[in-house]
């Protein structure tokens, strides 16, 4: 199977397009769960995400302090076995474009800052997802194997993701999302903390995510995809 193009998925516009893209991340989501091992932890202090470097911090930043509600921390993590490419090859690929990875016609990256076919700290994007999820992201950390977003203003969200891959035998690759986030307004925080919607929206993304960076590695899955998550009230982030 050939590579699709470099930014060849034009973001979703329009009411219907989102709606469709919803139905088909709901229809996905159904057909992962058999694939799918999770639980749920309270979490505490320890659960937060390093600070933004200094660096980067602009009036533009949307960092876990400035969301409302607990914080969520959650790792997605699959393993690959058999696979022909390593973690690097992996983590190379995803930082030239994302896209390979995620699910089609549901979630496109389209850079909004710097250079085409590679990534850079500093770099941004525009996650564009099934409404109302869309939200810019910038760089935050970059290394041979993973890769961190920060959120930024306008995001429904407020926090930070990584992307990471790691050797762990011949031919074996562990590759995990891990994600802290808060409700980026009331709004977010009814929707995302309390009703749950946008993190089962999150998750089937995420999971799929996995499930494409298997692919991309040309090994095959070894045991589930492993959720789990951590809910960290809201006075333990005071304590930051």
């Given at each position: ?13 329009g ?8 139905l088909?991340t ?63 090859h ?24 710097g ?11 525009r ?31 407020a926090?930070?993701?990584e ?24 709004v ?35 045991g589930?995809?492993r ?13 930051r």
């Open positions: 199977m050939s590579p699709r193009p470099l930014f060849s998925r034009r973001p979703p516009l009411r219907l397009r989102r709606g469709w893209g919803a088909i709901t229809g996905r989501h159904l057909r992962t769960l058999p694939v799918l091992d999770r639980a749920q932890e309270d979490g505490d202090g320890t659960d937060l995400p390093a600070p933004w470097p200094i660096t980067l911090v602009d009036k533009r930043t949307k960092t876990i302090e400035q969301g409302h509600g607990p914080l969520f921390h959650r790792t997605f993590t699959v393993r690959a076995v058999d696979a022909r490419h390593g973690a690097a992996l983590i190379g690929i995803l930082s030239r474009d994302l896209d390979r990875g995620a699910p089609p016609h549901v979630v496109t990256f389209a850079r909004e800052r250079e085409p076919g590679r990534m850079l700290v500093g770099d941004e994007y996650v564009y997802m099934p409404a109302p999820w869309d939200g810019p992201v910038r760089v935050l950390a970059r290394t041979e194997t993973s890769f961190r977003f920060g959120t930024l203003d306008g995001h429904l969200e926090g930070e993701i992307f990471r891959a790691a050797d762990v035998g011949e031919g074996t690759v562990d590759f995990t999302i891990e994600v802290w986030s808060r409700a980026g307004d009331r977010a925080e009814l929707l995302y903390g309390r009703l749950g919607v946008g993190r089962e929206i999150q998750a089937s993304l995420w999971v799929q995510f996995c499930l494409g960076a298997v692919e991309l590695l040309e090994g095959r899955r070894e589930h995809v959720e789990i998550t951590r809910r960290v009230p809201a006075p333990d982030l005071d304590r």
